[in-house]
């Protein structure tokens, strides 16, 4: 006698199997969301750099933002691929604070405004990105 599975676990089979696909989807949408966010972030303190008119010191020499940029972009690049830089805060910590080189800090220095290490200069540009949204 053949096996009869009953239209009720089959139905209900059904619906676990999509509410479990719906959940994983959800889950996808979520995290490209937060990729997009970081990665606007991110592009915005790329663009407050190259405006900006400051120089950036990097194992005591000191290059045009445009330089800066050029360098940070590829440091970024380099996280990117290895998953290191999930948010803009990482980004910071990991690429824009510091020579991965000599570990000494970057620092910043805009017209009539004093010295300082470029991790508060980044960290104040994000401030400005996010209330500005």
């Known amino acids: 006698m053949p096996h009869r599975q009953n239209?009720?676990?089959q139905a209900l089979a059904a619906a676990c199997l999509l509410l479990s696909l719906a959940a994983g989807?959800?889950?996808?949408?979520?995290?490209?969301t937060t990729t997009t966010t970081t990665e606007r972030e991110i592009q915005s303190l790329f663009k407050a750099?190259?405006?900006s008119g400051c120089e950036f010191a990097r194992n005591?020499?000191?290059y045009?933002?445009?330089?800066a940029s050029a360098h940070l972009q590829r440091k970024?690049?380099?996280l990117q691929k290895r998953a290191l830089a999930p948010t803009a805060e990482d980004f910071i910590?990991?690429?824009?604070?510091?020579?991965?080189?000599s570990g000494k800090p970057y620092l910043v220095r805009c017209p009539g405004q004093p010295e300082t290490h470029s991790q508060r200069w980044f960290e104040a540009q994000l401030?400005?990105?996010r209330a500005a949204r």
Request: cysteine-free; proline content about 3%; charged content about 10%.
């Open 7 to 9: 239209p009720w676990a």
């Open 25 to 32: 989807a959800q889950t996808g949408s979520s995290a490209n």
């Open 49 to 51: 750099l190259q405006q």
């Open 60 to 62: 005591d020499q000191w």
């Open 64 to 67: 045009s933002a445009s330089e």
């Open 76 to 78: 970024y690049s380099y």
């Open 93 to 101: 910590a990991r690429a824009a604070s510091q020579s991965s080189m």
């Open 127 to 129: 401030a400005k990105t």
